[in-house]
C-alpha cells in the first residue's frame, strides 16, 4: 500500500441546476518522501484535488487515504502553504514562524528554539525581529515556509507558492524548496501551471487535462540533486511534458510516457 491512495476520485460541483466535473475519476499513487507536482492549465482540477487531499475539500466519490486513513478534513501533522503567505503582519517574523507550535502547546523556549532554526536554514535569521509588510514577497514566502517545517509536518501542500514573484525570486526559491525537503525529508505535493517549475521540482509529474479535470499522465523525472535548467536530460523531459498535452486522457488509470 503506497503512502497517499487517491481512488477513483471525482468531484463534481452543482450550480444553478447545472453541473460541473472538477475532477473526473483521478487515480494516483504517492509514496512517502516523494515530490509531486500536479500540472495543468486552469480548470483541469489540480487545486481542487490538493484542497481534498488537505481535508479543505471532500470527494463526490472515490476515496482518498493517507496512511491507510480516509482524509475527512484537515490532520494536524499536515500543512498548506498559499500564494498570499498567511502571515500575520502585526507579529515578528520569528513570531510568525512561532504561530503553529504555539496551537501545539510547544513551550516558549522551545518555539523560539525551533523558529531561529529554521529560519536559519531558509536564510532570514537576521529577519527574526522583522514584521513581513517590511519583507519583500520571495522573504515572506521564505517566513511562509519556515513556519511550515517548523512543525514536522509530515506533508506539505503547495498551492501554486511562487505565482505571485517576479521570475528571478521565483527561480531561487524553487531551487531552495527542493533542497529544503529533500533534506528534510517531507512529502510534497506541489500544484503549478509552470513546466519548467514542476521539472525542477519533481519526482514525478503529474500532468492534468481539464473538462473534466482527469489524469493524462505521469512523467518521472529522472534527475538528481539541484537541477540543471540549460542541461539535455532537463530539456529532454520538459519537451515530453510539453508533448504528454496533446494526449488523450485514460479514465481513472495512472500511467506513464
Same mark, same amino acid.
Given at each position: 500500500?503506497?503512502y497517499?491512495?487517491i481512488t477513483d ?7 444553478? +441546476? ?5 475532477l473526473? %475519476?483521478v487515480?494516483?499513487?504517492i509514496? !512517502? +518522501?516523494e515530490?509531486?507536482?500536479?500540472l495543468? @492549465?486552469? +480548470?483541469? $482540477?489540480?487545486?481542487?484535488l ?14 482518498? /487515504?493517507?496512511? $491507510?486513513?480516509?482524509?475527512?478534513? *484537515? %490532520?494536524?501533522?499536515n &500543512?498548506?502553504?498559499?500564494q498570499?503567505?498567511?502571515l ?11 504561530l +503553529?507550535?504555539?496551537s501545539?502547546?510547544?513551550p @516558549?523556549?522551545?518555539?523560539?528554539? &525551533? ?5 536559519a536554514?531558509?536564510g ?6 522583522s514584521?513581513p @509588510?517590511?519583507?519583500?514577497g520571495?522573504?515572506?514566502? !521564505?517566513?511562509?515556509?519556515? /513556519?511550515?517545517l517548523?512543525?514536522d509536518p509530515?506533508?506539505?501542500f503547495?498551492d501554486? *507558492? ?5 521570475a528571478?525570486? /521565483? ?5 531552495e524548496?527542493s ?24 519526482d514525478?509529474?503529474? &500532468?492534468?487535462? *481539464?473538462?473534466?479535470?482527469?489524469? !493524462?499522465? &505521469?512523467? @518521472?523525472?529522472d534527475?538528481y $540533486? /539541484? ?9 529532454h ?11 488523450? *486522457? ?6 506513464y510516457?
Amino acid at each position: 500500500m503506497s503512502y497517499i491512495e487517491i481512488t477513483d476520485v471525482s468531484r463534481v460541483y452543482h450550480k444553478n +441546476g447545472a453541473e460541473f466535473h472538477a475532477l473526473h %475519476h483521478v487515480s494516483l499513487a504517492i509514496e !512517502r +518522501g516523494e515530490f509531486i507536482c500536479l500540472l495543468g @492549465p486552469s +480548470g483541469c $482540477g489540480k487545486s481542487t484535488l490538493l484542497a481534498a487531499l488537505a481535508g479543505f475539500d471532500r470527494v463526490t466519490s472515490g476515496s482518498i /487515504r493517507i496512511a $491507510g486513513e480516509e482524509v475527512r478534513e *484537515p %490532520h494536524i501533522k499536515n &500543512v498548506t502553504i498559499f500564494q498570499n503567505y498567511g502571515l500575520l503582519p502585526w507579529r515578528t517574523v520569528e513570531k510568525n514562524v512561532e504561530l +503553529g507550535l504555539e496551537s501545539l502547546g510547544t513551550p @516558549p523556549a522551545e518555539r523560539t528554539e &525551533v523558529a531561529r532554526k529554521y529560519l536559519a536554514v531558509v536564510g532570514l535569521e537576521r529577519f527574526a525581529h522583522s514584521h513581513p @509588510p517590511e519583507l519583500s514577497g520571495g522573504m515572506q514566502q !521564505r517566513v511562509a515556509i519556515a /513556519r511550515a517545517l517548523a512543525v514536522d509536518p509530515d506533508i506539505i501542500f503547495m498551492d501554486e *507558492p511562487f505565482a505571485a514573484l517576479d521570475a528571478i525570486t /521565483r527561480m531561487g526559491l524553487q531551487d531552495e524548496i527542493s533542497d529544503i525537503c529533500r533534506n528534510e525529508g517531507k512529502t510534497i505535493i506541489f500544484v503549478t501551471h509552470d513546466i519548467d517549475e514542476a521539472v525542477v521540482l519533481a519526482d514525478r509529474v503529474v &500532468v492534468m487535462t *481539464p473538462n473534466p479535470g482527469q489524469v !493524462r499522465c &505521469v512523467i @518521472p523525472v529522472d534527475l538528481y $540533486g /539541484r537541477r540543471d535548467r540549460t542541461s539535455a536530460d532537463f530539456l529532454h523531459i520538459r519537451d515530453r511534458i510539453f508533448a504528454a498535452f496533446e494526449m488523450k *486522457p485514460k479514465d481513472g488509470t495512472e500511467y506513464y510516457i
